[in-house]
């Protein structure tokens, strides 16, 4: 069973950094491109970074600059590396594969208080 587990949010002030973690099991993501969601309370769930072999890495024009994608397929693991943080990037962070999204997992919690 193919499964991705978030993890790395928290509480953080203004300016303040994070990294979150996708742990990918039952499939390798080596070769498979793979996205970072943002939910906000209220709000739709979307795009804010993606990347992989052959397709490039894009940022939603809001966190350009502030947030690093990346993976350590060794670990079949995607990061995202998140500074100079604000109010508005709270909210629930997933992961999953563009082209064959599968459920969605728990996502991890971030809040940024000002």
């Known amino acids: 069973q193919v499964q991705l587990v978030e993890s790395g949010g928290g509480l953080v002030q203004a300016g303040g950094s994070l990294r979150l973690s996708c742990v990918a099991s039952?499939?390798?993501?080596?070769?498979?491109?793979m996205e970072w969601y943002h939910q906000s309370p209220g709000n739709v769930r979307v795009w804010v970074a993606n990347n992989g072999p052959s397709y490039g890495t894009y940022y939603r024009d809001s966190v350009k600059g502030r947030f690093t994608i990346s993976r350590d397929n060794a670990k079949n693991t995607l990061y995202l590396e998140m500074n100079s943080l604000k109010p508005e990037d709270s909210g629930t962070y997933y992961c999953?594969?563009?082209?064959?999204?599968?459920?969605w997992g728990q996502g991890t919690q971030v809040t940024v208080s000002s």
């Open positions: 039952g499939i390798d993501i080596s070769r498979l491109a």
């Open positions: 999953n594969f563009i082209s064959q999204p599968i459920s």
